[in-house]
């Protein structure tokens, strides 16, 4: 009995642990990026600022960036940019009553007459489905269609599936995600998409390994070129993101500092 004790101890100690780090949840996730893309002809860079947040608290799915697949409570969105090229400050909302939800987006605020609206449903908490219409001044309204289901394999794993296309299908994408827990704290989040288009359609892929709590290597390939990642987590509210993806056009560069509260 006395080497049982001791065993049990240990075991209870880890899932307290466990189920502790799971039951952190956050609302207000905020984060500032810096991207430089490096090119024979020119160089340029652009900062990113955004600031997200959720009237209801957000369970992680085990580890400190993950949060589960469909987005089921209100929320609102603001995002800056700040480029070489060109500056725009946008913001999103996102509201459900009951099952029902209505979105709205200004891409750029200096463009008001350029939005989207949209209104849909969700069904079980499982399938999330919605109409959009996206209005530009200088082009035709256009359409656009999402459906998203997310199946959830047990307490912290899922697979996510994610299908969006125009009204004449023209502009089209499949996504899907899974996310697993492998041991202790090692989990695995795998991202695969197929983009369709009339000019260039093109496979994303990235694969996540979590190390333990604090560490996570990626890699890559999107439209055929290498994408690595790194994240390093300071502890559950904050950490750092690093890219690189060597584009068609030049070398991509871009690290990102997160604060989630």
């Known amino acids: 009995m006395r080497y049982f004790l001791p065993i049990s101890l240990l075991a209870l100690s880890c899932s307290a642990t466990v189920n502790a780090q799971q039951s952190e949840t956050r ?3 905020n984060s500032i990026q810096y991207t430089t893309l490096e090119n024979t002809g020119y160089d340029y860079d652009t900062m990113y600022l955004s600031s997200h947040y959720y009237f209801a ?4 799915s085990g580890v400190w960036d993950d949060y589960g ?3 089921t409570d209100s929320n609102i969105k603001l995002d800056y940019s700040n480029s070489d ?4 400050f946008g ?11 209505a979105n709205l987006e200004f891409s750029d605020l200096s463009e008001t007459d350029d939005y989207s609206v949209g209104v849909g449903y969700l069904f079980a908490d499982d399938l999330k489905v919605s ?3 996206q209005e530009f001044e200088n082009t035709d309204t256009i359409y656009r269609f999402t459906a998203q289901y997310n199946y959830q394999l047990n307490d912290s794993d899922y697979l996510g599936l994610t299908a ?9 994408s499949l996504s899907t995600r899974y996310f697993a827990h492998l041991y202790a704290d090692s989990y ?4 695969v998409a197929y983009h369709y288009n009339n000019f260039n359609p093109y496979i994303t892929s990235l694969a996540n390994y979590y190390f333990n709590r604090h560490v996570a290597v990626g890699a890559g390939v999107a439209d055929s070129k290498l994408l690595l990642e790194a994240k390093y987590f300071i502890d559950s509210q904050y950490y750092f993101t690093a890219n690189f993806f060597d584009r068609a056009d030049g070398e991509a560069y871009s690290i990102k500092f997160v604060a989630q509260f």
Do not use: C, H, K, R
Request: hydrophobic share 45%; charged share 15%.
């Open 164 to 172: 969006n296309t125009d009204d004449e299908l023209e502009i089209w």
């Open 69 to 71: 697949y469909l987005d």
């Open 57 to 60: 608290p957000q369970q992680n």
């Open 85 to 88: 090229l060109a500056n725009s």
């Open 188 to 191: 695995l989040a795998v991202d």
């Open 27 to 29: 609302q207000w996730f």
């Open 91 to 101: 913001v999103f909302g996102e509201g459900f009553y009951g099952n029902w939800f």
């Open 131 to 133: 109409v959009q219409m």
